[in-house]
């Protein structure tokens, strides 16, 4: 019976969990007409952009540059050339994304937006192409930070490279500047308190990207929320010093292979493997926690975030769903009763409100957000049917209960799964 939940329930919580959100306008630029050739062709392409149509966006974007001269046109179509570029590895868009930004900074030399473009573009984390520079990554990144204190956007690249650099001191300062500006809305510090209140102590905790990840510092750092849980952040481990640093950090196991892994293959850790798979360095460390988790010998609960993709330990592992978190399992789990606790007085108003905050100019993030208040109503209702199926009718209606009022004050009131939840509950009670 608790595989056919998971089948009538998986497919619509795909959706619930992540779902597109309504575009916002194109951002007003000084000096450029809303209706006009070059106005028409930024706002067609800032719809390319947050749609994650890149390529569309990089050429309405030079239309508009080449039509209005205007320094905030082109610092948009330096990102959006960065991305592209970065992502195709082609080194001639990253040299006319350093133009447009320079272009942008002989007009405006505090231009924020034009120093980050410049920063992501000499990131050798993004494209080792050969003019990479730690050194221009750095400088940049300080300067955009000079010139607007409040962009958030700046803020995260600087977390990623203290993160990465392992400077705990600017890693702080930028999950403090972070909240101060308010750049992760309140439904998804939500989502990240409900998880990190309900982890087992000392957990190792797997996150999968910025969503997860630095939520979850910010709370540790702002709030002092669960300081002694290890947010680990699994891509960030395909760098050598990264899983280095974490391993030592949290006095985690650091298995042989990351040695082999990077004296035999590229700088990232990174090979096929003869069944044409990739296997990184990041499979390497997470394999090797994994083995130490089940011989007993971690030392600490390894868990992962909700929103962790399932295949970095689904193939690893079966999984058991404990709710607010997964753990790795010998057999596939459901855990009714740790949910029943973890649902309980769960303050819908907290998950309501916009998923992206409006200075976040990332188009992943803008395109498919997560979703805090449909996980947890997702959750929570799973958890009413599996205790109508473990003949729990009680408790069941109890929970349920708390997950109606929740999509109620959430702003999820007419999500179909709490019908198909009741349908559920109500066939598990009666034998049907």
């Known amino acids: 019976m608790r595989a056919l939940l998971l089948a009538a329930l998986l497919a619509p919580a795909a959706v619930a969990q992540v779902m597109p959100m309504e575009r916002d306008p194109a951002p007003a630029v000084d000096g450029l007409t809303p209706g006009s050739p070059a106005g028409r062709a930024f706002a067609e392409g800032w719809d390319a952009f947050v749609s994650l149509q890149l390529a569309d966006a990089v050429d309405l974007w030079r239309e508009a540059a080449d039509l209005s001269d205007e320094p905030a046109v082109r610092a948009w179509l330096a990102e959006a ?106 439904p998804v510090l939500a989502l990240a308190r409900w998880a990190l209140r309900n982890l087992p102590p000392d957990a190792v905790l797997l996150t999968n990207g910025d969503g997860d990840t630095v939520p979850s510092r910010l709370l540790q750092e702002v709030e002092g929320l669960r300081p002694d849980v290890a947010v680990v952040n699994v891509p960030m481990l395909d760098l050598p010093e990264v899983a280095h640093r974490t391993a030592e950090a949290n006095g985690l196991p650091l298995p042989d292979s990351v040695e082999t892994h990077v004296a035999r293959h590229d700088p990232r850790g990174s090979t096929a493997t003869p069944d044409g798979r990739i296997y990184s360095l990041r499979d390497a460390v997470v394999d090797g926690w994994l083995a130490a988790h089940f011989d007993g010998t971690l030392g600490r609960p390894l868990v992962a975030a909700i929103t962790l993709d399932p295949e970095v330990l689904g193939t690893k592992t079966e999984i058991a769903d404990h709710v607010a978190y997964l753990a790795p399992s010998e057999t596939f789990g459901f855990d009714a009763q740790l949910g029943r606790a973890a649902v309980a007085d769960l303050d819908g108003t907290a998950f309501a409100g916009p998923l992206v905050s409006k200075g976040d100019r990332s188009p992943v993030r803008r395109m498919m957000p997560f979703d805090p208040a449909g996980i947890v109503l997702f959750q929570a209702l799973q958890t009413a049917v599996a205790l109508a199926q473990e003949g729990d009718s009680e408790g069941a209606e109890t929970v349920y209960a708390q997950a109606v009022a929740f999509s109620v004050t959430s702003g999820r009131a007419d999500d179909p799964l709490v019908g198909v939840a009741r349908e559920w509950i109500d066939d598990a009670v009666t034998g049907r």
């Not at 473009?117 to 050798?124: M, Q, R, V």
């Not at 400088?139 to 705990?168: F, K, Y």
């Open 81 to 186: 050339l960065r991305r592209v570029g970065q992502q195709a590895q082609e080194e001639a868009l990253v040299h006319e994304t350093i133009g447009e930004a320079r272009r942008v900074l002989a007009a405006d030399a505090c231009h924020a937006q034009a120093h980050l473009a410049l920063a992501d573009a000499y990131n050798g984390q993004f494209f080792a192409w050969p003019g990479a520079s730690a050194d221009s990554t750095a400088l940049h990144l300080q300067r955009a930070a000079s010139c607007d204190p409040d962009d958030g956007n700046v803020w995260m690249a600087i977390w990623t490279e203290s993160a990465r650099l392992g400077d705990a001191d600017t890693e702080a300062e930028a999950l403090r500047r972070l909240h101060e500006i308010g750049f992760w809305t309140p």
